[in-house]
């Protein structure tokens, strides 16, 4: 079956959000499923995303996301 990498997104500010998931310098951009994002009391939120790949699954990729706090244009990234 389908393979599924699920990703806990936490403790962000501002809402929005853009997560890219990639596989080498490829942008995997089918088969995304995300949670609405959710406040905490501290303005701060949270979410899953999930991403389904058909086999044969990929042995590495990573996720991207935009980390404006340290510099804009700047991304975190993790590995699988």
């Known amino acids: 079956g389908p393979g599924l990498l699920l990703c806990p997104v936490m403790d962000f500010y501002p ?3 853009q997560l890219r998931w990639f596989q080498g310098q490829q942008e995997l951009s089918g088969h995304v499923v995300a949670t609405a994002v959710v406040p905490n ?40």
């Open 41 to 80: 009391e501290d303005w701060i939120h949270h979410l899953l995303v999930l991403l389904e790949m058909p086999p044969p699954c990929p042995g590495t990729g990573s996720l991207q996301v935009p980390d404006v706090a340290r510099q804009p244009g700047a991304a975190l990234s993790r590995h699988w």
């Open 15 to 17: 809402a929005h959000i």
